[in-house]
C-alpha cells in the first residue's frame, strides 16, 4: 500500500544511473523505482540524475535560443503556424492564456491555499508574457493517426546566423532529455508496480516536444510580473535543463507550500508531472501546478548578467521538454492505481487536507485530452 510520505522544501534526487547499470531486480534497483513513484505521487515533481546529460549541450542550446529570440518579431513571425494550433513553430508573447484564470476547479485549488503561498494573481485573465518554439522530437506512427495537426512537421529558422546551427543543437538536447525522461517513464512503472513498458510503449509516437519558452527580461523584468501565470501540463511529463535565471515556482500536492525549485549544477534536471499521468493513474499522481514569476532571486541574476556579459541578449529561456503519450492511445485509469488513488484521497482526507472535489477521469483518446486543453489555453479555436 502506498502512503503520502511526509515532503520537505526539497524535491527528492532520484538517480537514473541506479536504474541503468544495474541488475533490474535487484535491492538498489527497485528502492530506487519506488522512490521515483512516491516522489511523482507526493510531490508530482522530482530531481532527476542522469550522467549522459552534458551540461554544456544545454549551454549551446541557451545560447541559441536567446540568438534566436532577439530577432525582430517580424522575423520571428515566420515561423509561427497557427493553422497547427501552434504545435510546431514558434508561439509569440501574449498569445497563451493560463488555464486557470478562467478555470473553476483550478481558481478552487488556489482558494484552498494559505494566502502567503499563492501564486501571483492571475485573474486579470491577460495572456501570459512569453514566446515558445516547438521543436518535435516525435516520430510518425506506422498507422493513420487520429489527429494529424498534433504530428506536424518542424519548422527550421530563416536566419543565417540560426539556421546551420538550429537543428544540431536542438536535436542533440532534445535527444538527451527524452532519453532521461523515458528512463524516468521505466522507472515510475516498475515503482507502481507496472511491466516497465507500460508508459514507454504507451509514448512509442508520442508527439514529443522540445519546448523552450522565453521571456523578455528587458521588457518583463521586473519584480512580480507573471512569466508563466499557475497552471499544470497537458502532457504525460515534462522535463527541464537547468535555466540561466531563477523563478520557476512549484506545488508539492501535500505541503500548500510553494516551493522555489533549485537544480544542482551537472547532470540534474527537473521533471513534473502532467495531466496525462494524472489521467491514467486515476488521480494518485496528480499533474503538478507551477508558475514561472521574476523574483528577488531572477532580478539578482539580471543584474549581474547585465553587469557581465553586457552583449549577451537579456531573455529568460526555459529549456523545457515535453513528453506525451501517442496520441491515438486509449486513455483511461489503470484499475490498480484508481484504486490506490482513492485511498490516498481517504487518507488525506482523514488527516484533515482535503483535496477539493473528486475528480472523474471518463476514458478517451490522448489526442482529444490534447486538443481539449489547447481550447482552453486559447491556442486552438
Ligand atoms: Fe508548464
Known amino acids: 500500500m502506498v502512503a503520502l510520505q511526509k515532503v520537505s522544501m526539497d524535491l527528492p534526487i532520484i538517480d537514473l544511473d541506479v536504474f541503468r547499470t544495474q541488475a533490474r531486480d535487484s535491492a538498489?534497483?527497485?528502492?530506487?523505482?519506488?522512490?521515483a513513484a512516491n516522489a511523482l505521487i507526493s510531490y508530482g515533481a522530482l530531481v532527476l540524475h542522469d550522467s549522459r546529460v552534458v551540461e554544456q549541450e544545454n549551454e549551446t542550446f541557451l545560447d541559441l535560443l536567446e540568438d534566436y529570440f532577439a530577432q525582430p518579431a517580424d522575423e520571428l513571425r515566420k515561423d509561427e503556424r497557427p493553422d497547427f494550433s501552434y504545435q510546431i513553430g514558434v508561439t509569440l508573447e501574449n498569445t497563451e492564456k493560463p488555464k486557470c484564470a478562467v478555470d473553476e476547479p483550478c481558481l478552487d485549488v488556489?482558494?484552498?491555499?494559505?494566502?502567503?503561498e499563492r501564486p501571483l494573481d492571475i485573474t486579470a485573465h491577460s495572456p501570459d508574457p512569453k514566446c515558445r518554439f516547438f521543436w518535435r522530437m516525435g516520430k510518425d506512427a506506422p498507422y493513420e493517426t487520429q489527429f494529424p495537426s498534433l504530428n506536424a512537421g518542424n519548422v527550421t529558422p530563416e536566419a543565417p546566423h540560426i539556421k546551420e546551427r538550429?537543428?544540431?543543437?536542438?536535436?542533440?538536447?532534445?535527444?538527451?532529455?527524452?532519453?532521461?525522461?523515458e528512463g524516468l517513464t521505466q522507472m515510475t512503472a516498475v515503482g507502481l508496480g507496472l511491466p516497465v513498458?507500460?508508459?514507454k510503449d504507451a509514448g512509442k509516437y508520442g508527439p514529443h516536444l522540445l519546448a523552450p519558452t522565453a521571456s523578455d527580461l528587458v521588457k518583463y523584468g521586473e519584480k512580480d510580473t507573471i512569466l508563466a501565470g499557475f497552471h499544470t501540463d497537458l502532457n504525460f511529463l515534462t522535463i527541464h535543463g537547468r535555466s540561466r535565471y531563477p523563478g520557476l515556482h512549484i506545488w508539492a500536492r501535500n505541503t500548500g507550500k510553494r516551493i522555489a525549485v533549485k537544480i544542482p549544477p551537472g547532470n540534474y534536471l527537473l521533471v513534473q508531472a502532467g495531466k496525462q499521468l494524472e489521467h491514467i493513474t486515476g488521480g494518485l499522481i496528480k499533474a503538478g501546478f507551477h508558475e514561472v514569476v521574476v523574483n528577488d532571486k531572477t532580478v539578482e541574476v539580471i543584474d549581474d548578467r547585465r553587469a557581465r556579459l553586457p552583449d549577451r541578449p537579456l531573455v529568460r529561456i526555459s529549456s523545457t521538454f515535453f513528453w506525451h503519450l501517442s496520441s491515438d492511445h486509449d486513455l483511461e485509469p489503470l484499475p490498480a492505481l484508481a484504486e490506490q488513488a482513492r485511498a490516498i484521497r481517504a487518507q488525506q482526507f482523514n488527516l484533515g487536507k482535503d483535496e477539493g472535489e473528486e475528480k472523474t477521469y471518463p476514458p478517451m483518446k490522448v489526442g482529444e485530452l490534447v486538443q481539449d486543453e489547447l481550447k482552453h489555453i486559447a491556442l486552438m479555436a
Do not use: H
Open 28 to 35: 538498489e534497483v527497485q528502492a530506487e523505482c519506488a522512490k
Open 197 to 199: 513498458d507500460t508508459f
Open 166 to 181: 538550429w537543428a544540431p543543437a536542438m536535436d542533440q538536447w532534445g535527444t538527451s532529455m527524452q532519453n532521461a525522461v
Open 110 to 116: 488556489i482558494r484552498r491555499l494559505a494566502p502567503s
